[in-house]
């Protein structure tokens, strides 16, 4: 794994499928693909600087709400995975983003998943802070990737 990217297509970071990622079948286990997912998402909100620590001093913690999910194709041992997302929707008290993993040009994954953003005190609904809502509203897509 290397670190997480911030440009203006989103986040990512490349991943290389591991032993314990596969299942008997010898691909790798579904459950680990929004995983992935997430992981690109949080390390990237740590690179633009709106890492969980940050986000808990402005009041915040996010809950994934919605995560759905369209497997096109396994990956497998020591495949080179490609992970990306990006937001589609930041609306006031939650944002929707896009994932898509592939490997060798190929899509494997697509998913979309909704995360809202709690109070951590009253775990109640609570607004994304401002500056975080810029950089969530400037990051777009790359070409390739609109319409996943």
């Given amino acids: ?24 079948s010898g691909v790798m286990h579904f459950s680990r693909y929004p995983a992935l997912v997430e992981t690109a998402l949080l390390r990237g909100l740590q690179t633009a600087g709106w890492g969980l620590a940050e986000l808990r001093a ?11 999910v369209s497997y096109r194709s396994p990956a497998r041992l020591l495949d080179e ?12 008290a ?18 979309t998943m909704v995360l809202g953003v709690l109070d951590p005190g009253t ?12 950089l969530l509203t400037g990051l777009r897509p790359a070409a390739d990737l609109e319409g996943v």
């Fill in 123 to 134: 775990e109640r609904p609570t607004r994304l802070p401002a500056a975080l809502r810029g």
């Fill in 94 to 111: 939650q944002f929707r983003v896009g994932g898509l993993i592939s490997a060798a040009e190929e899509r494997l994954v697509e998913l």
């Fill in 58 to 68: 402005h009041g915040c913690q996010l809950i994934v709400a919605q995560l759905q």
């Fill in 81 to 92: 995975l490609d992970v990306r997302v990006w937001p589609e929707h930041v609306g006031g």
């Fill in 1 to 24: 794994m290397t670190s997480a990217s911030l440009d203006l297509t989103g986040f990512g970071y490349r991943y290389l499928v591991a032993h314990s990622d596969i299942d008997d």
